[in-house]
T-cell receptor, first 112, second 112 residues
Framework: GEDVEQSLFLSVREGDSSVINCTYT??????LYWYKQEPGAGLQLLTY?????DMKQDQRLTVLLNKKDKHLSLRIADTQTGDSAIYFC????????????FGTGTRLTVIP | NAGVTQTPKFRILKIGQSMTLQCAQD?????MYWYRQDPGMGLKLIYY???????DKGEVPNGYNVSRSTTEDFPLRLELAAPSQTSVYFC???????????FGPGTRLTVL
């Protein structure tokens, strides 16, 4: 499989912005995703970006894609305690059903 | 729509026992997937299906079997449970090739 890497932990104070980073190795990625997993729950799709886009904004979420550096980031503005979760980056080539690769996840802890 | 549902939520098995993890979706998706998530790791694909009657192996298929007799259901069978199969299992579905995958809440399996 492809390598998708994320740092394991991030702590931020409530009200600050969080930035979760992801790097991937496959230059032929077509879609890149961010999933959120709350404790004991399944994965919830937060947002995704097509590889020909640089940025996508959706309310408090901003996704930035640097295709040259194969770097994806998720910025959460005004981070709340309810944002505490594990965030998974995933990349897909879109050419096969078995071509969705996940990172190890970043555990975001929001400190009140 | 209920989305993707999985049963049971939790299960403890003894070594050598068998069980079937159930997965159902009501979105009329053709594609369905089984992943396992080991602690501190990303998701790894076990099996997937591109439609009723069609299944194929993912990255880590050993020790598992699947069937897809209907569009809605995609059960995962463990024939001889081993401690290495202790994990959280997620089922997902998507409408087409490369489309966004929607996940179920997961089944936490412990093999003792």
């Amino acid at each position: 499989g492809e390598d998708v890497e994320q740092s394991l932990f991030l702590s931020v104070r409530e009200g600050d912005s969080s930035v979760i980073n992801c790097t991937y190795t496959d230059s032929s990625s077509t879609y890149l995703y961010w999933y959120k997993q709350e404790p004991g729950a399944g994965l919830q799709l937060l947002t995704y970006i097509f590889s020909n886009m640089d940025m996508k904004q959706d309310q408090r979420l901003t996704v930035l894609l640097n295709k040259k550096d194969k770097h994806l980031s998720l910025r959460i503005a005004d981070t709340q305690t309810g944002d505490s979760a594990i965030y998974f980056c995933a990349e897909s080539q879109g050419t096969g059903a078995n071509n969705l690769f996940f990172g190890t996840g970043t555990r975001l802890t929001v400190i009140p | 729509n209920a989305g993707v549902t999985q049963t049971p939520k939790f299960r403890i098995l003894k070594i050598g026992q068998s069980m079937t993890l159930q997965c159902a979706q009501d979105m009329n998706h053709n594609y369905m997937y089984w992943y396992r998530q080991d602690p501190g790791m990303g998701l790894k694909l076990i099996y997937y299906s591109v439609g009723a009657g069609i299944t194929d192996k993912g990255e880590v298929p050993n020790g598992y079997n699947v069937s897809r007799s209907t569009t809605e259901d995609f059960p995962l069978r463990l024939e001889l449970a081993a401690p290495s199969q202790t994990s959280v299992y997620f089922c997902a579905s998507s409408s087409g090739l490369g489309d966004t995958q929607y996940f179920g809440p997961g089944t936490r399996l412990t093999v003792l």
